[in-house]
């Protein structure tokens, strides 16, 4: 299964576009549409990127976290919609926090309705050692929770 284009005009909307490289939440240096930028991209001094580069970085960062969920839910049936809303939270938290997830688990064992709560549960940040509800995370993890139940989604 592949992100719809519904789902991906919501994801690049809720990712935003950045063509100079910045420090995310989690203090990862972030360019483009939330292409988290690897060692051997992490040049002196950073660089702007064009719209162009960030789709196709885009593109491949999506493409890995489709090919880990549909290999991990081949056995799963998912709507588009739900698929949707799963990259779109992969996207966002990563595949290694999303296979240790309670989320996981939950959609696993088929337990459907579990999932907007779960999908909820990531919406904290941590400051200064504190663990504080995002607003931005709020708002994303609400669209998500709404695309997963199937509801309209024109607004974040």
């Known amino acids: 299964m592949k ?3 519904r789902g991906i005009a ?3 909307k809720l990712e ?3 063509a100079e490289p910045y420090r995310d939440a989690g203090g990862h240096l972030t360019v483009g549409y939330g292409h988290k930028m690897r060692s051997h991209e992490k040049k002196e001094p950073y660089t702007s990127i064009t719209l162009e580069a960030a789709h196709t970085l885009f593109l491949l960062d999506l493409g890995t976290v489709e090919e880990a969920l549909t290999k991990d839910t081949d056995f799963v ?7 949707d809303a799963l990259v779109i939270f992969i ?3 990563g595949i290694t926090a ?3 997830s309670t989320l996981r688990k939950c959609l696993l064992a088929k337990e459907y309705a579990k999932v907007p709560g779960e999908l909820m549960r990531w919406r904290y940040i941590t400051t200064s050692g504190v663990k504080v509800v995002s607003k931005g995370l709020a708002l994303r993890r609400a669209a998500e929770a709404k695309l997963w139940r199937g509801e309209a989604n024109e607004s974040v």
């Open 3 to 5: 992100l719809s284009n």
């Open 10 to 12: 919501l994801l690049k």
């Open 16 to 18: 935003g576009f950045r």
């Open 77 to 83: 049936p998912l709507t588009q919609r739900q698929f």
């Open 91 to 93: 996207f966002n938290v």
């Open 98 to 100: 999303y296979r240790a």
